[in-house]
């Protein structure tokens, strides 16, 4: 068997320091191989999205190692580390993070203007991305004239925009109601099945772990239980 | 690369127009004061020291009355005779030109026109002493001189009054209760140092003035000008001792009568205006600083929005060296279209006040350098420095920032 997309071992995070300290998490082993569809869930404190951010190469651990591909993370420097952002990671954030003032559209092209496509391929590839999650039409409104809900979509847009190597969703379909999240994950799962992208999401809601094919369950910064769902 | 930063760069700017503009706002403040000031208070020392240059050699200004200040009354004081001026013209070395002068406020009317004006008494050394040159006619003729008669030079001040664009050589104008003729028109002054009308005057011989208008042989003043590469000092202190000799002065009492040296004067007056520039300079200086401030509040407050904006950039594949041009850009752009339009508003602003004003208009490119470049200079350190402290965190940091 070859080595894992993903393979994360002792990895703890801490915040702050001294009597403040806090330890998110506690020695995760986790290994993901490319292809794999993985819901992630816990109860709220657990460390998910601390694990995610870590994933994502947005923030460095404490200690452990992280391997991307067999490659020792914490031996990328910082513009390595962001190129491989750039071409391979996806990445939704529970908050959203979407650009102030700036359209929908804009904000889904940005990681392809990063990548440095041309402005006609961006176009195209951002809107496509716009209608895969539903929000053809709302290319132009900001955020800020957007709700919660379509703002999520469009965070997820712009994740799914580059079609990365692996997608990392924290909670995408937490603002959403239950027809929209089943299209959501009906998306995510064609994605996986279809273009072979590696996905791994944080979620809640079991009828939604569901559609992954292997749960991995967060307890007090551990992992605590990692199987395969029936749809495996 | 480069390309893409100035593309996010304008789009920020755009998407940002309050925030794009108190930062211009606040530069060209800045620039547009300090430049404004600092040529405004140019051209005002320029004037003065071209005014300065314009009376050429030494003239002194020889009054009756005691040294001028409060609580001095010149009222008592002996005014000068004829043979005064004859006794300065023989015994003091170096002159030029003596011309007396005796002063009087009059109402000309010509045609059906009149206007208020003060005839000076003096003779054709008195073209000399003031620099006058003559525009058009001549000057006065020893006869007239000598026999008083009524002929007279006018400024074009009171030519335009009183005959609008013609030539007034040749007319006549009523004065109090006689006829002149205009023999001459003065060549234009323009504005004296301390802002009055030079070419509001009407010449005539010292004799007309006396007998038909003040009506005593008293002289008001004498203008005395210094032949070139005479000490005005021995020249002053040589004026003095004939003066206290000819009124008779005990040796500890006071002058009755003084001298002023209008160079000295003009070039005290200079250095009160240099003193003024940099005065204003230091005031334009405080408003570049508050300018500067501005912009720094500006980029500070923004800071946090700013922050989490790179912590996006970041988090979806900028490079921090993609951020950093971005940023740059900005500040750059911002800063720099600030600096021209303060450049270019206080060009205007220079250009528009000099002319109301009266002064010469000096274009002084350091000036416009250093206020532009200093200002650009903060638009850009306050721009690019949290910028940059943004972009080496790690993405979720920035993104956290509060
Ligand atoms: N920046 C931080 N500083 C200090 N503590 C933090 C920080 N971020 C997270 N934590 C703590 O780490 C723990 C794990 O947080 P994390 O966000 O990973 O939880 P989560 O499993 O994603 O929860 P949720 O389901 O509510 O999103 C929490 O107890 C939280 O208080
Ligand atoms: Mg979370």
């Known amino acids: ?232 | 690369m480069i390309l893409n930063a100035l593309l996010l760069a304008l789009r920020e700017i755009r998407r940002n127009l309050l925030r794009s503009f108190l930062t211009v706002l606040g530069i060209v403040i800045g620039v547009g004061a300090v430049i404004t000031m600092v040529t405004l208070g140019n051209g005002a020392t320029k004037m003065v020291s071209d005014q300065i240059a314009s009376l050429g050699s030494n003239l002194l200004m020889v009054m009756p009355g005691q040294r001028l200040g409060p609580g001095r009354d010149s009222a008592g004081a002996p005014k000068f005779k004829i043979a005064d001026i004859e006794a300065i013209q023989q015994q003091v070395n170096g002159l030029k030109a003596v011309a007396p002068v005796v002063g009087s406020p009059v109402t000309l009317v010509a045609g059906t026109q009149n206007w208020s004006s003060t005839v000076s008494g003096t003779t054709n050394d008195y073209f000399i002493s003031g620099n006058w040159k003559i525009a058009a006619g001549r000057q006065f003729t020893d006869d007239e001189e000598r026999a008083g008669k009524a002929v007279c030079v006018i400024g074009n001040t009171v030519r335009k009054e009183l005959f609008g664009a013609g030539n007034p050589v040749g007319s006549s104008i009523r004065v109090k209760t006689f006829d002149c003729e205009v023999i001459g028109l003065l060549v234009a002054k323009g504005q004296g140092g301390m802002g009055q009308d030079q070419d509001d005057t009407v010449l005539m011989p010292l004799r007309t003035a006396q007998r038909r208008l003040t009506g005593t042989l008293d002289i008001g003043s004498v203008m005395v000008s210094l032949k070139d590469g005479t000490d005005a000092t021995a020249a002053i202190a040589q004026l003095r001792s004939l003066l206290r000799e000819r009124r008779k002065l005990a040796e500890n009492a006071d002058d009755n009568f003084n001298v002023m040296d209008t160079k000295q004067i003009a070039e005290t007056l200079s250095g009160t205006i240099g003193t003024m520039t940099a005065l204003l300079g230091a005031v334009a200086a405080v408003s570049l600083l508050v300018g500067g401030i501005g912009i720094m509040n500006i980029m500070l407050v923004s800071v946090t929005e700013r922050t989490r904006e790179i912590g996006i950039r970041l988090a979806i594949g900028a490079l921090e060296n993609e951020v950093l041009w971005q940023f740059l850009i900005e500040a750059v752009v911002l800063s720099a279209c600030g600096g021209l339009v303060g450049v270019a508003l206080a060009f205007a602003a220079c250009l528009g006040l000099s002319s109301l004003m009266h002064i010469p208009f000096l274009f002084n490119p350091a000036i416009n350098l250093t206020a532009f470049g200093f200002s650009a200079a903060i638009g850009v350190i306050f721009g690019y420095v949290p910028a940059r402290r943004a972009a080496q965190l790690d993405p979720i940091e920035a993104l956290r920032h509060e």
């Open chain 1, 1 to 232: 068997m070859s080595a894992p997309l993903i393979e994360l071992r002792g990895i703890t995070k801490t915040y702050g320091q001294g009597q403040a300290a806090f330890q998110a998490l506690r020695g995760v082993d986790l290994s993901i191989a490319a292809g794999e569809f993985v819901a992630v869930m816990g109860p709220s404190g657990s460390g998910k999205s601390t694990a995610m951010n870590l994933l994502g190469c947005l923030d460095t651990p404490t200690s452990g190692e992280y391997r991307f591909q067999g490659i020792n993370v914490e031996q990328l420097d910082r513009n390595q580390r962001a190129l491989l952002r750039r071409q391979c990671l996806g990445f939704v954030f529970q908050g959203f993070n979407l650009l102030a003032r700036t359209s929908a559209q804009e904000n889904v092209e940005l990681p392809l203007l990063y990548r440095g496509e041309p402005g006609a391929v961006r176009h195209t590839a951002a809107r496509a991305a716009l209608a895969k999650v539903g929000l053809d039409g709302w290319e132009t409104h900001t955020p800020a004239e957007l709700s919660g809900g379509q703002q999520q979509r469009v965070a997820i847009a712009r994740a799914i925009v580059t079609n990365p190597l692996v997608l990392l969703a924290d909670e995408p379909t937490g603002n959403l109601d239950s027809k929209r999240s089943h299209e959501i994950m009906e998306l995510l799962g064609r994605l996986n099945s279809e273009q072979g992208i590696t996905i791994i999401m944080v979620t809640h809601e079991p009828d939604m772990a569901h559609y992954a094919r292997r749960i991995v369950h967060f307890v007090d910064g551990l992992v605590d239980s990692d199987s395969a769902t029936e749809a495996a």
